[in-house]
Each structure stands twice: as C-alpha cells, then as structure tokens.
C-alpha cells in the first residue's frame, strides 16, 4: 500500500500502462491467431501476405513503444515468415 504521493502516482502509472500493454498484446495474439486460421483454412497467397504485413505492423508498433523487446519482435516475425514461406511453397 502507497503511503506518499509519489508511490501512489506510480501505482496509477503503472495501472495505466499495463492496459495500454495488454491491449498491444492482444492486438498482437489477434492478428497472428488470424493469419494461423488463414493458413489452416487454406487461403489464397495474397490474402496471407496481407495479414503478415498487418502483424509486421502490429509487433513493430509493440517493440517501438516497449511493450515487447525487439528482439521478440524480430524473432517472432522470423517465424511467422517460415510459416508464411512453407505454406507459399506447399501451395505452388
């Protein structure tokens, strides 16, 4: 329990910026559920390069305001793009 001021402002702070970092993650688990559902349905190429980029879009926003490092960033859009690049191939 905050007993000063400036300990009770950082309990707010800290509130606040575990929403904004939650909303970010989910956005980012969203996104990434979809495009894994696009691929197990079996959609057509073009339609999963979009949602690769619109996850490219999303775990760059998270690593530029630190929700996640970039380096988790990275790595996770390392492995999306394997995916992505398997499933073009099987596809052709």
Do not use: C, W
């Not at 929403?19 to 696009?38: D, E, P, W």
């Not at 949602?51 to 996770?76: F, P, Q, W």
Request: charged share 30%.
């Amino acid at each position: 329990m905050p007993n000063n001021a400036s300990a009770k402002k950082r309990v707010r702070q800290t509130a606040k910026k575990t929403m904004i970092n939650k909303a970010v993650k989910t956005k980012f688990r969203n996104a990434s559920k979809k495009l894994y559902k696009a691929i197990e349905q079996g959609e057509d190429v073009s339609s999963v390069a979009t949602m690769l980029s619109e996850v490219y879009s999303t775990l760059d926003k998270a690593a530029k305001v630190g929700t996640i490092h970039k380096n988790t960033a990275s790595r996770k859009k390392a492995r999306l793009t394997a995916t992505v690049k398997s499933y073009v191939q099987a596809k052709q």
